[in-house]
């Protein structure tokens, strides 16, 4: 290759970002912290708690394998406690992290609940709210009972039934006005599927649960709605309350209508009624809001509150329901203030009527004056109240990535400022959907772009990174200039013309301004699209009313089946294909902005088939250019990856490792290594010139359809069927600075090793080897001590200093001294030295020391023990940590510190001592026969016969 750059060019190691585009909510309730930093969403059995602004992941819930039905915040304790109700009736209590934690994993740490009531109702907990002193909470299950806890004591305190279906609200009543004689109110307000909403007197010392509890009877039911009640809420005063459902109304309730109770009560007994006929004053309508849509949530806004549209000191409430927006509305004159929009770049007109669009809950956020609307189709948005408009927009849930591309903004407020990725600020990517979402690289806030009447396929960009390309399976490709507002694109051309979906685009590389655009279809041909007569600079374009019809300037069949990738050089004289007929097709591009065709000045091109490179036995899904040579990279079907000449169209090299087909791949390093991804979920990194796999990232479960690469390629997007874009950033530096530190560590540890033990200095000779990890050194350092010829006998060891060493020994240092005596004493050589060591810890070391040694290390380094669950029955749980534990990368320190219990280091030890002491046994038992052999040689039956023989001759 020409003009190769040095090999420290070379990349070695990506590693995760903790900042990675991730399913966070696929249905469910959710709930945003009392400070609007926090969102906490479901996603089946599992709660997710993200941080707002930067899109983090901060902790996770592991249920219990069942989906969970409700969450409640309780602010009781500090931090705050998330309350999870799930489907096998238990209710869960888990401690929110006070802050968020340092994390260098894009997978969030898993919490630990502190308490369980298992079969808290017996019928799933539907619904559940915390008292506005955190004192309470309240559940509503689907068979009509309500439970109010303790939250403190964890049990119940009431127990109201009667309810004529499933509980579909909950509202605690405690105005901040006192009563009369000085007692606050506090009441309970439900709503069911029966349409009627009650409001149960929580101060009834009858309906406190003594024994098993008698059912109470509501201290008033409204009557007014015909179908399900799915909001309720009072004013501060406990004056008026508001009720919607179903119906599509919305009720206003004077609360303190009529007589109050006290007044009833007087009046009772100079007539000779009972108590309890006098307690059922019913609040009264005073006004029927017609929402004209069926209400999901519901809710009251503070007088204080500075709403577009509205004065303040009025009072407002707010709705969502099924058709998609968020509406406020003055509550006493019934009429409607403003309508927030919904999910952006979805118009009604265009959506389907069985799409999922509708409202399931809107939370008020006071912190950032907003409304934040939960919709069916797992978007979250966050209006602003003072302007009406969406101020952030979170995609819950992307389904399958098939393609993904960064872009800049040259109009955005974050496109000055440095980040994790580089000068890019918005990340597009194509998913099973007609939108493409638009994500900003610093915030994750998104934007969608509509047009596409079906999935988008393929994406890319111009050299500047500021035009977007796509193609859909509508038969067309779009092409989309930035905003003047820095947020968004606009669609500026439509390009119309092919039979079939569109499965790839390329645009032109050289111009900072595309002059020309090829598109591919599943027809198998390949247009050539005029673009010169586009807008060029942000007036034009933002004057733009209508998109413009790009001219097609050639149309031709070049492939047998469905071409999947296509790719220009950057000078734009080449342009190569890949396609299912296991070709990679190259062709010479001939484009002229000047010529003049037969229908008048315009520009003109051609392309012409210049080789075709034969060698992949299964059909091809990517081609690339590099940037600095003559050469080709194309990943096929076939789970190979092959580079190709320019010259002669032969086959260069050959990379193979994936498991399964090759779906992208890329060049890195200036054309020194390449990228890659395939349908076995990996990503990989290769060199070129010795064809070696040099780094695997492994942070997906599921095919990986998409790679973006960055201009100054430190940061790589990885995006797949698994709906996970991870962000990759370049550690090379980083890897390398840490092991040359570790070596400068290591070194000046051995110098300080080799100084001590000249010195005599045995106890920070002992201790430098623990802590650097060389049970060699230490034998070596303990064999030297118990054969010197300097040894005292009132030492166990030979050296007083070295047993006063051993006796001091931390619980870490003696965990692992013990480690290294049982890989001793497995080897027949050293196992002398480990005896003699490990009895004179059992000398100087109770037994309370050494067993609180082994627990002290029993479980990983706090950092690294995020999993762990106290109940053995969670199995899931139990994976979950297990998985972690595998994965996460341990210092040297911590390796040292993995779990050990007592009985593995017996295990390791006994087996090994008892060999060596029935070894011993035997020696002594030959060394009797041995005795015994010499002593009848010496003076034994052979030594009496020979004198008497002696005596005989004489």
Not at 369 to 380: F, G, R
Not at 459 to 467: C, G, M, T
Not at 656 to 668: I, Q, S, W, Y
Request: proline share 3%; aromatic share 6%.
């Amino acid at each position: 290759m020409n003009g190769q750059p040095s090999r420290k060019a070379l990349k070695t190691s990506f590693r995760a970002s903790p900042r990675s585009i991730r399913p966070i909510y696929t249905g469910g309730p959710v709930l945003l912290t009392k400070d609007g930093q926090w969102l906490i969403t479901t996603m089946g059995e599992e709660v997710l708690v993200t941080e707002v602004q930067t899109g983090l992941a901060i902790a996770k819930v592991r249920g219990d394998s069942t989906p969970i039905t409700s969450l409640a915040l309780s602010y009781h304790t500090e931090p705050p406690t998330l309350i999870t109700s799930h489907s096998s009736l238990t209710i869960r209590y888990y401690p929110l992290p006070s802050s968020a934690p340092i994390t260098t994993t894009p997978k969030p740490p898993l919490l630990t609940y502190t308490r369980a009531s298992s079969k808290a109702h017996s019928a799933p907990i539907l619904v559940s709210i915390v008292s506005p002193d955190s004192t309470l909470l309240a559940t509503g299950s689907s068979d009509g009972v309500v439970k109010v806890w303790d939250l403190e004591g964890g049990y119940v305190t009431h127990l109201f039934r009667g309810h004529g279906g499933p509980v579909s609200a909950l509202h605690f009543n405690f105005p901040t006005t006192n009563e009369e004689g000085g007692k606050r109110k506090m009441e309970l307000i439900t709503g069911s599927t029966d349409s009627r909403v009650r409001i149960f007197d929580l101060r009834d010392a009858s309906a406190r649960v003594v024994g098993g509890g008698n059912a109470v009877k509501p201290k008033a039911v409204l009557e007014g709605h015909v179908s399900v009640i799915r909001g309720i809420d009072t004013t501060q005063d406990g004056k008026y309350a508001i009720t919607g459902g179903r119906d599509k109304v919305v009720l206003v309730w004077d609360l303190l209508s009529g007589e109050s109770i006290s007044q009833l009560s007087v009046i009772s007994k100079k007539a000779g009624k009972s108590k309890a006929s006098t307690a059922m004053a019913t609040p009264k309508i005073i006004q029927t809001i017609i929402a004209q849509e069926q209400i999901e949530s519901l809710g009251l806004l503070p007088t204080e509150e500075n709403v577009a549209g509205s004065s303040k000191g009025r009072l407002l409430c707010y709705t969502g329901g099924d058709t998609g927006s968020v509406k406020i509305w003055d509550v006493l004159k019934g009429k409607e203030v403003v309508i927030m929009k919904g999910v952006e770049g979805v118009d009604e007109a265009e959506v389907d009527e069985d799409e999922q669009r509708g409202v399931l809950d809107v939370i008020y956020d006071s912190t950032s004056s907003s409304l934040v609307s939960v919709h069916a189709d797992q978007n979250i948005i966050f209006h602003s109240l003072t302007s009406s408009q969406a101020i952030r927009q979170i995609v819950g849930f992307n389904d399958e990535i098939v393609d993904s591309i960064f872009l800049n903004n040259p109009n955005s407020a974050s496109s000055s400022s440095s980040s994790s990725t580089s000068q890019h600020t918005h990340l597009a990517l194509a998913t099973n959907s007609n939108l493409i979402r638009l994500y900003s690289t610093s915030t994750f806030d998104v934007r969608l772009l509509s047009g596409h009447k079906d999935m988008v396929l393929c994406l890319d960009k111009s050299s500047d990174y500021q035009w977007l390309v796509s193609g859909s399976k509508d038969h067309t490709a779009r092409i989309w200039a930035p905003t003047l507002d820095g947020k968004s694109w606009k669609c500026i051309a439509i390009c119309e013309g092919h039979a079939e979906s569109i499965g790839a685009v390329a645009l032109s590389r050289k111009s900072v301004s595309a002059s020309f655009l090829f598109t591919a279809s599943q027809d198998r041909t390949i247009k050539m699209w005029d673009l010169t007569c586009l807008p060029s600079n942000e007036k034009e374009i933002d004057e733009l009313k209508e998109p413009l019809k790009p001219r097609s300037m050639i149309t031709l069949k070049v492939h047998e089946k469905d071409i999947n990738s296509l790719d220009l050089s950057p000078n734009d004289k080449f342009l190569v294909s890949g396609s299912q007929d296991k070709l990679v097709k190259v062709f010479h591009v001939d484009f002229d902005p000047s010529a003049n065709s037969g229908s008048g000045s315009g520009a003109s091109g051609s392309i012409k088939l210049a080789g075709t490179c034969k060698g992949h036995r299964r059909g091809v899904w990517s081609v690339k250019f590099s940037k600095t040579d003559r050469v080709v990279a194309s990943a096929a079907n076939d789970k190979t990856v092959r580079l190709w000449s320019l010259d002669d169209f032969s086959c260069l090299k050959t990379f193979e490792g994936h498991t399964n087909a090759v779906l992208r791949v890329d060049f890195l390093s200036n054309g020194m290594q390449l990228i890659t991804s395939a349908r076995d979920g990996l990503v990989k990194l290769w060199n070129i010139k010795d064809e070696a796999c040099v780094k695997t990232l492994d942070n997906h479960e599921d095919q990986v359809w998409a790679l973006a690469i960055s201009s100054d390629e430190k940061t790589i997007v990885s995006a797949g069927s698994d709906s996970v874009a991870t962000f990759w950033e370049d550690s090379t530096e980083v890897e390398q600075a840490e092991k040359n530190e570790a070596l400068v560590k290591a070194v000046q540890s051995e110098q300080d090793f080799t100084n001590c033990v000249v010195l005599k200095d045995y106890k920070r000779a002992i201790l430098l080897a623990l802590s650097m990890s060389q049970p060699g050194r230490l034998l070596n350092l303990f064999r030297t001590v118990i054969n010197s010829s300097e040894s005292t006998e009132d030492s166990i060891i030979g050296s007083k200093e070295v047993d006063q060493v051993i006796k001091e020994l931390s619980g870490l240092d003696l965990v692992r001294l013990l480690k290294f005596i049982r890989d001793w004493n497995s080897n027949a050589k050293t196992s002398p030295i480990a005896q003699i060591i490990l009895n004179a810890i059992f000398k100087l070391k109770s037994q309370s020391d050494i067993v609180a040694a082994f627990d002290s290390t029993g479980k990983l380094p706090n950092s690294l023990n995020n999993n762990e669950d106290e109940d053995e029955d969670l199995d899931g749980e139990k994976e979950e940590e297990e998985e972690t534990k595998k994965k996460v990368t341990l210092t040297k320190d911590q390796k040292l510190a993995l779990p050990i219990n007592i009985k593995e280091f017996l295990d390791g030890l006994i087996p090994y001592s008892e060999r060596h002491f029935q070894r011993i046994d035997r020696l002594v038992q030959d060394s009797y026969m041995l005795d015994y052999i010499l002593g009848e040689m010496d003076g034994g039956l052979f030594g009496g016969e020979i004198m008497d023989i002696d005596e005989t001759y004489t």
